[in-house]
């Protein structure tokens, strides 16, 4: 059973920085990509981040390319992303998730239709 557990967020000025943390169980956490969305009340939910299984391979939509990084340590089964340079616009519900499909490639997934789990998500809010 994948459990994928969300960690970090919470209250944040404009300008400021936060790191979440997933933390996976279940398979083994190096076989499979893990990315980042973020959903907003109504909204569809939207891609963040995405890294590769050896964490050699890393990818960003425009939007946040330059203010965050995802990065993972696989001997703690712990996936995290690095958020600088806040926006209001940043506010969302941050969630966590892992590839369905075994990767044998270096490949940071990034469709939505790619991750099977999900964790509960963690809300991050612009206190300006």
């Known amino acids: 059973q994948v459990q994928l557990v969300e960690s970090g967020g919470g209250l944040v000025q404009a300008g400021g920085s936060l790191r979440l943390s997933c933390i996976a169980s279940?398979?083994?956490?190096?076989?499979?990509?893990m990315g980042w969305f973020r959903q907003a009340p109504g909204k569809e939910r939207r891609f963040v981040a995405s890294?590769?299984?050896?964490?050699?391979?890393?990818y960003y939509p425009d939007s946040v390319k330059g203010r965050f990084t995802i990065s993972r340590d696989n001997a703690k089964n712990t996936v995290y992303l690095q958020m600088n340079s806040l926006k209001p616009e940043d506010t969302d519900v941050y969630y966590c998730?892992?590839?369905?499909?075994?990767?044998?490639?270096?490949?940071?997934?990034?469709?939505?239709?790619?991750?099977?789990?999900w964790g509960q998500g963690t809300q991050v809010t612009d206190s300006s």
């Open positions: 279940g398979r083994t956490f190096s076989k499979y990509a």
């Open positions: 890294v590769s299984g050896s964490g050699g391979s890393t």
């Open positions: 998730a892992q590839e369905g499909t075994e990767n044998y490639g270096d490949y940071a997934a990034m469709w939505e239709y790619e991750y099977n789990y």
